[in-house]
Nanobody
Framework: QVQLVESGGGLVQAGGSLRVSCVASGRAFRYYTMGWFRQAPGKERDFVAAIDWSGGSTYYADSMKGRFTISRDNAKNTLYLQMNSLKPEDTAVYYC?????????????????WGQGTQVTVSS
């Protein structure tokens, strides 16, 4: 019942910044917990960040703390991930995900809906 479309990926030099977005089409967007995951070539899909329905609580993987910021604009049905101080190891496809319920999660299995991803490439 929720469709997610990511955008904003691209090529950036190490140390630079990028903001990716996820626009949701569906009812009751503001009631979903939202998350970002990423998958590098040949690797598993990993948790990046999550945000609760109000935007008041955020969660980050350790490697992203202090560099990435997750936010949401419920009026625009949009989720954001601001990425600063990017490193080559941040290169991956970044996926937006939506989860029913109130509790954010770091696990792929907990999320009900997924976007197709947007490619972020960080050059050295």
């Amino acid at each position: 019942q929720v469709q997610l479309v990511e955008s904003g990926g691209g090529l950036v030099q190490a140390g630079g910044s990028l903001r990716v977005s996820c626009v949701a089409s569906g009812r009751a967007f503001r009631y979903y917990t939202m998350g970002w995951f990423r998958q590098a070539p040949g690797k598993e899909r990993d948790f990046v960040a999550a945000i609760d329905w109000s935007g008041g609580s955020t969660y980050y993987a350790d490697s992203m703390k202090g560099r990435f910021t997750i936010s949401r604009d419920n009026a625009k049905n949009t989720l954001y991930l601001q990425m600063n101080s990017l490193k080559p190891e941040d290169t991956a496809v970044y996926y937006c995900a939506a989860k029913l319920g109130l509790m954010p999660s770091e696990t792929i299995e907990a999320y009900n809906y997924w976007g197709q991803g947007t490619q972020v490439t960080v050059s050295s």
